[in-house]
């Protein structure tokens, strides 16, 4: 099955300044893969994601890369802001249908300070 | 809509009682999965759905959980007898049908479960 690595584990940065969470996968058929961020004691929010046929998205100050051939993806945060920090989770899939279970990663937790 | 509905919000119990969790997903949504999130295992996947049968529960740690979706708006988790190291916060979350819906799973509040 699929297995996804995270790094860091934690990240503290100054506000202001850029932060970058990475991801590693196993699986070459994965084709999807959603960023969430979870704030304390609440639930897990999608903030972006990218499918295999893209290699890079932009929202605002998030930014995705997809490296397809390294299997890696990456989240980047520009102009960190005190509310951006939470723990932050990748993920990836292959599927639809029967086959559409996320596979997460071990989470980043982000501090930013001021 | 109201999103992903799950209750309780917070669960004590003692060791060996029966713990049932309960989730109603975003109408319209045929898609349902069960998460475990805990310190030590981060973000688990226990069990889901679609179309209100089970396709994977190859993450149900063992005998003790079982999950039902009796219908396309609810869906329970029930361990019995629950143990300490149940103790976790499960998430029920939901996701639109195939093809052409987002592929965003939306996720319940979640219900802290601690077994004294």
């Known amino acids: 099955g699929e297995n996804v690595e995270q790094h860091p584990s934690t990240l503290s940065v100054q506000e ?8 590693t996968y196993s699986d070459s058929a994965s084709n999807y893969f959603p960023w969430y961020k979870q704030e304390l004691g609440k639930r897990p929010q999608l903030i972006i994601d990218i499918r295999s046929n893209v290699g890079e998205k932009k929202d605002q100050r998030i930014a995705v890369t997809l ?33 559409s279970k996320l596979t997460f990663g071990t989470g980043t937790r982000l501090q930013v300070t001021l | ?26 109408s ?15 973000l688990e996947l226990l069990i889901y759905f679609n179309n209100n049968v089970p396709i994977d529960d190859s993450g149900m ?7 039902k979706m009796p219908n396309a708006s609810f869906s329970t988790l029930k ?22 819906a987002p592929r965003e799973q939306f996720f319940g509040p979640g219900t802290r479960l601690t077994v004294l």
């Open chain 1, 16 to 23: 202001g300044d850029s932060a970058v969470i990475k991801c």
């Open chain 1, 67 to 99: 490296n397809k051939t390294a299997k890696h993806f990456s989240l980047h945060i520009t102009e960190t802001q005190p509310e951006d920090s939470a723990v932050y989770f990748c993920a990836a899939t292959w599927g639809t249908g029967t086959a």
């Open chain 2, 1 to 26: 809509d109201a999103g992903v509905i799950q209750s309780p919000r917070h669960e004590v119990t003692e060791m060996g009682q029966e713990v049932t969790l309960r989730c109603k997903p975003i």
């Open chain 2, 28 to 42: 319209g949504h045929d898609y349902l999965f069960w998460y475990r999130q805990t310190m030590m295992r981060g």
């Open chain 2, 61 to 67: 740690p063992e005998d003790r959980f079982s999950a």
């Open chain 2, 79 to 100: 361990i019995q007898p629950s143990e300490p190291r149940d103790s976790a916060v499960y998430f029920c979350a939901s996701r639109g049908p195939d093809p052409g």
